[in-house]
Nanobody, 121 residues
Framework: QVQLVESGGGLVQAGGSLRLSCATS????????MGWFRQAPGKEREFVAG????????SYADSVKGRFTISRDNAKSTVYLQMNSLKPDDTAVYYC??????????????WGQGTQVTVSS
């Protein structure tokens, strides 16, 4: 059983920052590209950011470009999501996921349990 464990969520004021972390086993980490998704109340889960296993190629949803940065530390088998200039619309449960394909909900093979991010206005 592959486990992805997220941490770092919480309550922050608009304009603030948070850094999410997702830890997993080394074998999983070296084999998969990693992504972050989010789901707000009453809305569908959506892609936020992704990073290929090489760590070189990244992609972002238009709504977070320039504010969020995804990175990975292969030595720690951890992927991060640095979130700056947070807005109330960023409030959601954030999920870490692993894939050998594209960054879509259908192609993500493993999912974490999610961590809540709440941005107050």
């Amino acid at each position: 059983q592959v486990q992805l464990v997220e941490s770092g969520g919480g309550l922050v004021q608009a304009g603030g920052s948070l850094r999410l972390s997702c830890a997993t086993s080394r074998r999983t980490f070296s084999s998969y590209s990693m992504g972050w998704f989010r789901q707000a109340p009453g809305k569908e889960r959506e892609f936020v950011a992704g990073i290929r296993f090489s760590g070189i190629t990244t992609s972002y949803a238009d709504s977070v470009k320039g504010r969020f940065t995804i990175s990975r530390d292969n030595a720690k088998s951890t992927v991060y999501l640095q979130m700056n200039s947070l807005k109330p619309d960023d409030t959601a449960v954030y999920y870490c996921a692993a894939t050998t394909g594209g960054f879509t909900i259908a192609t993500m093979r493993y999912w974490g349990q999610g961590t809540q991010v709440t941005v107050s206005s």
